[in-house]
């Protein structure tokens, strides 16, 4: 219907002059109206399309046949023509109201009343059109997601590339009513019509030129410009010969659509009518939507043909090369094998269909069969490599060797789930050097396929097509893409989320493998379903039986946590190596003025001044070397977990004062202001005194270290519920935000000083946290930036006052003097300047070298207090103190281990041997002296 008609207004009258006047009324208001004769033309009026129907009663009432009713009847189901009905006052047929669509106006007319019921009637009949429009409009989308779907239908079974075309081109044609429908594929300098549908009309099947397209109709094509036109043998501008070609094929109304990819014309669809033909939109776009699905259907099935060949060959050289290969589901006890693998093993299909791996042993040689099962087991606790060569019955009372290889792929928490590999038959290589070179290399060449192809490693696997498409991924690889096999088996590295670049390298790889036949290897970051990891892959050439590439393997390993170990352990290489450097540095400081000393006491003659000095300095420098040593020793045994800390009921004050005398001279030689504020009130802890007033005395002597001379450092505690924080504070160089996360790591190194003399060996700020935390406290450290000063903090857990601590008691004087003693030493030098020391001290001494000659001289100087080393040759010290107190003049001497062993497990042995004590070279004469009062009970 065209618009005139749906607008029109039917006019009958009782009279042609009351049908003239009422048109030329309606006309006037600018209304389309027809006139009608009688009320078999409404009726043909009706049919061919009206907007409404202005009628007189009299006209109706005289449809004796009933044609009007029969009309309206006719009408489409969303059709309901409104009827103007003129009937004298008080009159009308009441069956005609109640049966159709009316609008009754009484006469006499008054115009402008029946002019608002006729535009009222209009409306309404537009409102109708609404409903046709959109009815028609959801039947054409129906019609067309039908036919989609019957085209996917139609496809999707199909894996012949020729007959996914041959049912395109049907389908099309059957739906359209068309006379031909031809999909074309390039081919060049031709294009190909494999099989085309053909109505009416002759085939077209064959090789053409892609010249004989025509100039106008080929520069579309490259362009991707779909052609539309209603007659080809009409259109202006064409020239004859160009109309004649069409018309020798019988083609007038044509829609040809080109598919341009990646830049070039591959192929394209065309659709032929005899006749002409005015073609809809909703056409053009069902043709196009249908060339692009054929496309991807064709691309479909010769991929996966290629695929299949892959396959195909693959399984002919496993059967050729007696490989066969498994699988053990490890969780669930599942064995699966391929039938070259049962018939290997001499069982049937079923015993490798899912049993338990047990079931296979009894297949093995008995003198193989524990060492396979180690190997196996071994293979599954680490989630490493397995292989083996062993022994199974051929099933006719022989042997044949075996060689079996696999790896176990593991979950994200490390436990092993699957176990795949394969199992190579080598009885020739065993039999024969000879045959063991023509059956490895036969062998390695079908083992690389295989691997290459499915995914021996225990990481991602693929194989790419010479086009760039996959044609293999194994399961791992899949996972990371998040995609099914078939929504990633046939795709370029792009359409599976790779960035451009990343797509372009691998194509520039796959081509340099093809070119050079050598495995190429690389490394590449990429983001997916793990998250962005860094992946270390090999990419190898598959080639064919002519020697010709046919494909490219890789696998790929994620190296992720590698790199980043590799990055720690050359960190973790360059601290120990600084602090190597540091640690000679620290030790010939000290070694240098004591060994100047000796010089100096050598030279001094009488010059009592200079010896004392001298001796002093010595001392001193002494002293820092036990201490590091001894920092050391306690960095180590906190690390390995052997410090044992003196748990006590102690006061903060008492440690803070203890670290105070220690750092004290330090911090007073640098001339720096140190101000104190603990609270008055008692804190108690639960603490091993000496380890805590070590902790405050490094942050001290660290502070002092660190402060420019004439500096302000600051001790402060607050305390805060069960908790006490301690903080040294100091207004010195300060710490650079970057080395604030390490400070407290083991060797970590901060040039923090003016000069680098003032640097350390990283050990007391590591030593400071792990003590802090084996007290169950915390520390932390802040520092506005460098000049800035810095604040390490301490918290502590504290105990409620039950009761004050045991004070300890410091005795003066010599408490060993005048006492019979025997150092048993070997080394001569350390036993005679301590036993040149202890004669000073008023004692009797005598000395040993080793352990066998100390229990003599302990039989004949039957000393009070034996001082043994522990290390010595012939008889070491633990023995020679046990055989002592098997005597019965040595049960009641003291005994004291002297060594450089110093560790809790070192102090045990020694107790456990008879040991009254341990001390730890170079003795601390206070100790010493300490220890010689010991009297054994």
Known sequence: MDTLSDERVLVLMPTARDGE???????KEGLDCLVCTDIDHVCREIERGAGAALLTEEAVAGDRNGSLAAALKEQPPWSDLPLVLLAKEGVGD??????????????????RSLLSVVRAALRSRRRQYEVRDYLTERRKSEDAQAYLVKLADTLRPLSDPEEVQAAANRVLGEHLKANRVAYFEIVAPNYVVERDYFDGVESLAGRYPVSSFGE????????????????????LGRPEDERKAFASIQVRGHIDVPLVKAGSLMAGMTVHSKDAREWTLEEVSLIEQTAERTW??????RAEAELRDIRSRMEAALAAGAIGTWAWDVPNDRFYGDPSFARIFAVPPSAVAGGPLTGLLNSIHPDDRDRVAGLVNLAVETCGRYEADYRVTDGAGGWRWVNARGQVEQDETGKAIRFPGVVIEVTGRKRAEEALDRVTAESERRTRLYEAVLSSTPDLAYVWGLDHRFAYANEGLLRMWGKTWDEAIGKHCLELGYEPWHAELHDREIEQVRATRKPLRGEVPFAGTFGRRIYDYILVPILGADGEVEAVAGTTRDVTERKEMEQELRDQDRKKDDFIALLAHELRNPLAPIRNGLGVMRLAGADQDAVTETREIMERQ?????????????ISRINRNKMELRLAKVTLAEAVSIALETARPSIEAEGHALTVSIPDRPIYLEADLTRLAQVFGNLLSNSAKYTRHGGNIWLTAEQHGGEVAVSVRDDGIGIPAAALENIFDMFSQVDRSVERATGGLG?????????VEMHGGTVGATSDGEGKGSTFTITLPVIKNLAAPT?????????????????VDDSHDGASTLARMLKLMGNDVRTASDGLEGIEAAGEFLPEVVLMDIGMPVLNGLDATKRIREQAWGREMTIIALTGWGQDGDKARSREAGCDGHLVKPVDIDELERFLGVKRV
């Open 21 to 27: 006047r009422m048109g030329e009324v309606l006309a």
């Open 94 to 111: 009441a069956s005609i109201r109640e049966s159709m669509n009316v609008t009754l106006v009484e006469r006499p007319l008054k115009v």
């Open 216 to 235: 106008p109709l080929l520069e579309a094509f490259l362009a991707g410009r779909t052609v539309v036109e209603a007659d080809a043998t009409k259109q």
């Open 296 to 301: 991807a259907a064709v691309e479909r099935a």
């Open 622 to 634: 002494i002293t820092h070397m036990v201490r590091l040593i001894d920092d050391l020793l306690d």
């Open 763 to 771: 050990i007391g700020l590591a030593l400071v946290k792990g003590l």
């Open 807 to 823: 004070p300890t008691t410091t005795g003066n004087g010599h408490a060993g003097a005048g006492r019979r003693i025997l150092i």
